[in-house]
T-cell receptor, first 114, second 112 residues
Framework: AQSVTQLGSHVSVSEGALVLLRCNYS??????LFWYVQYPNQGLQLLLK??????LVKGINGFEAEFKKSETSFHLTKPSAHMSDAAEYFC????????????FGTGTRLTVIP | DTEVTQTPKHLVMGMTNKKSLKCEQH?????MYWYKQKAKKPPELMFV???????INESVPSRFSPECPNSSLLNLHLHALQPEDSALYLC???????????FGEGSRLTVL
């Protein structure tokens, strides 16, 4: 079975401050890990993904995440928040069997304060 | 711009109506998905089609009926819905084995 836990349903940061959104996963097999962003009244857009190889992955809009197997974590970071980063962020996990079933976390709403 | 196109973007229907949601992708993906998303909640998987065959049905009520006419199209037929079915319905597609889903912008359904 696979699942993800996102710590903090709401995160507020000041513009220009570090963004840190936390995600821990549970998986009995090597996972694929994803971060998606959802702006109001829109679908989900892939920010970045980890499949295999380099554990630090870079995504769009200056975001990056590090896969830490020992901590079962895949936290999302961005050095400097922009107002346009305000959105809902979902961490998700799937397995490597090819079934492509994505299991989403409950989401974290990011607010950026001017 | 998303490469998964969903129509209509908004739909209002009564409980006795029959309507359909449509989804189209031209990325050559052979897996397509329907998700339901309530406000302030993550998407919930409803159906998965793999190579035009229904491979996953997450115990969705029969008032939702999926259809995959070909590898590019996915429909969701709606009949006798309840107000609690009001939600954002998201379509997605993927290249099998990658785990990465591409989402459409969704169809927002309101059932009166």
């Amino acid at each position: 079975a696979q699942s993800v836990t996102q710590l903090g349903s709401h995160v507020s940061v000041s513009e220009g401050a570090l963004v840190l959104l936390r995600c821990n996963y549970s998986s009995s097999v090597p996972p694929y890990l994803f971060w998606y962003v959802q702006y109001p009244n829109q679908g989900l857009q892939l920010l970045l993904k980890y499949t295999t190889g380099a554990t630090l992955v870079k995504g769009i809009n200056g975001f990056e995440a590090e896969f830490k197997k020992s901590e079962t974590s895949f936290h999302l970071t961005k050095p400097s928040a922009h107002m346009s980063d305000a959105a809902e962020y979902f961490c998700a996990v799937s397995d490597q069997t090819g079934a492509n079933n994505l299991f989403f976390g409950t989401g974290t709403r990011l607010t950026v304060i001017p | 711009d998303t490469e998964v196109t969903q129509t209509p973007k908004h739909l209002v229907m009564g409980m006795t109506n029959k309507k359909s949601l449509k989804c189209e992708q031209h990325m050559g993906h052979r897996a397509m998905y329907w998700y339901k998303q309530k406000a302030k909640k993550p998407p919930e998987l409803m159906f998965v089609y793999s190579y035009e065959k229904l491979s996953i049905n997450e115990s969705v009520p029969s008032r939702f009926s999926p259809e995959c006419p070909n590898s590019s199209l996915l429909n969701l037929h709606l009949h006798a819905l309840q107000p609690e079915d009001s939600a954002l319905y998201l379509c997605a597609s993927s290249r099998k084995g990658t785990g990465e889903l591409f989402f459409g912008e969704g169809s927002r359904l309101t059932v009166l």
